[in-house]
């Protein structure tokens, strides 16, 4: 089963970093940027089915609801996940781009372990220009990847459904919409993302939503009915089960964290 992770999903300047010796990620996609680096040892990732293997000094650059796991055994190893707004700039153009792994020049390397592969949130302004220094390598240095069939599909469905939230997108619509016999495409799906595709669009539906109830300006009428949730009660249900709040809780704290 692939697991969809809710809370790398988020937007708002979402930001998680860790440092590993040992982990084992299953089969797993979320909304947000994911980047890798290799300390130390290698690191074993598999990126829409296709497995690799990180070597020291390597990074991987992996752009929203790419479906990875990774393996680490004995090596120490950086993982950020931080949203699009971050690198807004960079994600317009390339935020369904699959790049290679690659390595960064060597002076530059010095500047991002000292500053930003280490486990915490490094200082706000700088965390965004160590960042985008990334972009800028990896647009350098490493190549577009091969996507293979599997990806396509994949990000068939994913621009499909994220460019259609507000209606009320079914399977069948879905593909006939992407040019697929109903069938073939549900067996495509099922084996891809192993869930209900409801449940599969109410993720990107809360996902947009997360982002459009920190506006103040956005009442939670405004935000259901955007997100094509159809009615609040519905709204309140999906969103409360995949955060644990409601729509008006989520906004409350979020807007007291902007004024705090």
Same mark, same amino acid.
């Given at each position: 089963m692939i697991l969809h992770q809710v809370s790398n999903s988020l937007g708002n300047y979402n930001y998680n970093a860790f440092v590993y010796r040992d982990t084992?990620?299953?089969?797993?996609?979320?909304?947000?940027?994911?980047?890798?680096?290799?300390?130390?040892?290698?690191? !074993?990732?598999?990126?829409?089915g296709i497995s690799d293997t990180l070597q020291?000094?390597?990074?991987?650059?992996?752009?929203?609801?790419?479906?990875?796991?990774?393996?680490v055994t004995s090596s120490k190893v950086w993982v950020g996940v931080f949203s699009e707004d971050f690198i807004d700039i960079y994600a317009k153009k390339y935020k369904y781009v699959r790049y290679s792994k690659f390595k960064c020049r060597e002076d530059i390397e010095e500047i991002l372990k000292k500053h930003l592969f280490f486990q915490g949130v490094p200082e706000r302004f700088l965390h965004i220009s160590c960042l985008y220094m990334v972009c800028n390598e990896c647009i350098k240095n490493a190549v577009v990847y091969n996507q293979g069939? !599997?990806?396509?599909?994949?990000?068939?469905?994913?621009t499909y459904i994220s460019k259609n939230l507000?209606?009320?997108?079914?399977?069948?619509?879905?593909?006939?919409?992407?040019?697929?016999?109903?069938?073939?495409?549900?067996?495509?799906?099922?084996?891809?993302?192993?869930?209900?595709?409801?449940s599969f669009i109410n993720l990107f539906r809360f996902e947009k939503a997360c982002a459009l109830l920190t506006d103040k300006e956005n009442s939670v009428t405004y935000v259901a009915e955007s997100c094509g949730f159809g009615s609040i009660r519905n709204f309140n249900r999906v969103f409360k089960k995949l955060s644990g709040y409601t729509p008006r809780e989520y906004k409350d704290q979020h807007l007291d964290n902007k004024t705090a």
């Amino acid at each position: 089963m692939i697991l969809h992770q809710v809370s790398n999903s988020l937007g708002n300047y979402n930001y998680n970093a860790f440092v590993y010796r040992d982990t084992n990620w299953e089969a797993h996609f979320h909304g947000n940027f994911e980047l890798i680096y290799v300390f130390e040892g290698t690191a !074993n990732i598999t990126v829409n089915g296709i497995s690799d293997t990180l070597q020291e000094s390597e990074l991987i650059l992996l752009p929203p609801h790419t479906v990875h796991s990774l393996q680490v055994t004995s090596s120490k190893v950086w993982v950020g996940v931080f949203s699009e707004d971050f690198i807004d700039i960079y994600a317009k153009k390339y935020k369904y781009v699959r790049y290679s792994k690659f390595k960064c020049r060597e002076d530059i390397e010095e500047i991002l372990k000292k500053h930003l592969f280490f486990q915490g949130v490094p200082e706000r302004f700088l965390h965004i220009s160590c960042l985008y220094m990334v972009c800028n390598e990896c647009i350098k240095n490493a190549v577009v990847y091969n996507q293979g069939q !599997n990806h396509k599909f994949i990000s068939e469905v994913v621009t499909y459904i994220s460019k259609n939230l507000n209606y009320d997108i079914t399977l069948k619509e879905t593909a006939e919409s992407l040019n697929y016999e109903y069938h073939y495409f549900s067996s495509l799906f099922h084996q891809y993302f192993c869930m209900n595709f409801k449940s599969f669009i109410n993720l990107f539906r809360f996902e947009k939503a997360c982002a459009l109830l920190t506006d103040k300006e956005n009442s939670v009428t405004y935000v259901a009915e955007s997100c094509g949730f159809g009615s609040i009660r519905n709204f309140n249900r999906v969103f409360k089960k995949l955060s644990g709040y409601t729509p008006r809780e989520y906004k409350d704290q979020h807007l007291d964290n902007k004024t705090a």
